[in-house]
C-alpha cells in the first residue's frame, strides 16, 4: 500500500502563527494533540469538517493548509 496522499502544512502554520502548539490548536479544532500529531505526520487523513476547522483556525483557505498528491514542499 502506499502513503497517505493527503498532505498538509500544519506544522509550518502553526509557527507561522506566533509557535501555536499542537495542544492549543487541537483545543481549538476539538480534537486531541494526539490527532494534530498523526495529521503532521501523515499519519491521518482528517474528516472534511475537521479539514475545514483547521483551515478556519488559521484563517487559510482548505487548499492553502491541504493538498493531495506528492507535495516536497516542505
Request: net charge negative.
Amino acid at each position: 500500500m502506499g502513503k497517505n496522499l493527503v498532505g498538509n502544512h500544519i506544522r509550518k502554520l502553526r509557527f507561522n502563527h506566533d509557535e501555536m502548539t499542537q495542544q492549543q490548536l487541537a483545543d481549538k479544532v476539538g480534537v486531541t494533540r494526539q490527532t494534530i500529531v498523526a495529521l503532521e505526520k501523515g499519519n491521518y487523513s482528517p474528516s472534511l469538517e475537521l479539514a475545514f476547522r483547521i483551515a478556519h483556525a488559521f484563517s487559510m483557505p482548505l487548499e492553502e493548509v491541504f493538498f493531495y498528491g506528492d507535495n516536497t514542499e516542505e
